[in-house]
Nanobody, 113 residues
Framework: QVQLVESGGGLVQPGGSLRLSCTGS????????VAWYRQAPGKQRELVAM???????NYVDSVKGRATISRDNAKNTVYLQMNSLKPEDTAVYYC???????WGPGTQVTVSS
């Protein structure tokens, strides 16, 4: 089965940017797409953004205008570009392949001054 690994997280100041990567051990999202989720301490995991195999994208309202999800099929990678980061964006970010239901282990994003 596919393995997913997220990277690109870290500590960033409010207003800063990060680009998260989700790389698969094979081509990912070929059928149903790939989604990014996040889970903040004490909160439920929430869907942040998704991209289908045809390139359709969707975002949770709280990141619309600040986030861009994209894919590079040649690199088996889906990206999440996050701009104008806020402290409330602090969470562990996970990617999920929709067809298989496989999750990556997550990458921590901390937005703090």
């Amino acid at each position: 089965q596919v393995q997913l690994v997220e990277s690109g997280g870290g500590l960033v100041q409010p207003g800063g940017s990060l680009r998260l990567s989700c790389t698969g051990s094979r081509s990912i999202g070929a059928s149903n797409g790939v989604a990014w989720y996040r889970q903040a301490p004490g909160k439920q995991r929430e869907l942040v953004a998704m991209i289908t195999s045809s390139g359709y994208t969707n975002y949770v309202d709280s990141v619309k205008g600040r986030a861009t999800i994209s894919r590079d099929n040649a690199k088996n990678t889906v990206y999440l570009q996050m701009n104008s980061l806020k402290p409330e964006d602090t969470a562990v970010y996970y990617c999920k392949e929709m067809r298989s239901g496989i999750w990556g282990p997550g990458t921590q994003v901390t937005v703090s001054s």
